[in-house]
């Protein structure tokens, strides 16, 4: 169990994938915008970059379907056009 939380097995391990996705989307919904006010753009940038590539492609797809505040789709289509 503590691999999960260790991230080891990112990519090759369905469970650990999954967590990775679930914490990551949990961040987007919930705490990006808060965190995004609070930090200059191109940290929030790069930040929603390395989030990205963490995901599965079920979970940026899940992402994208997130009924995001206005502000925080603008800045995950900028890192996502970046």
Known sequence: ???LLQ??????D???QQLEDIICLTFLE????????????????????KTWGK????GQAAALKLDLEEES???V??????
């Open 30 to 49: 919930h705490y990006f915008l808060p965190f995004a006010a609070k930090h200059p753009e191109e940290k929030v940038i790069d930040i929603v970059q």
């Open 55 to 58: 995901m599965s492609p079920e």
């Open 7 to 12: 991230k080891k097995k990112l990519r090759s």
């Open 77 to 82: 289509q900028k890192a996502l056009e970046s």
């Open 73 to 75: 789709l603008r800045l």
């Open 14 to 16: 369905a469970d650990t």
């Open 1 to 3: 169990m503590g691999f």
